[in-house]
């Protein structure tokens, strides 16, 4: 067994530094206009709302910081 003592994998410094660059970066306005269809549609499609916000990195980082 090593001596050594687990480090994190990664310094909440460090991610609090890359999610306020992401910040900065505006919503796609395709993505928008798209997710906001897909929200008022009468037949939901979850999938599609999770697609849409996994390809914008600004929309991701705006809601994983309300959590």
Do not use: F, K, W, Y
Request: glycine share 2%; aromatic share 0%; net charge negative.
């Amino acid at each position: 067994m090593s001596t050594e003592e687990s480090q994190p994998m990664h310094d909440p410094r460090q991610i609090e530094a890359i999610l306020s660059g992401v910040e900065r970066l505006p919503t796609l306005p395709s993505v928008a206009t798209r997710l906001m269809s897909v929200g008022n549609a009468a037949d939901i499609n979850l999938d599609e709302i999770i697609q849409l916000i996994e390809s914008d990195p600004a929309m991701s980082t705006t809601i994983l910081r309300m959590c």
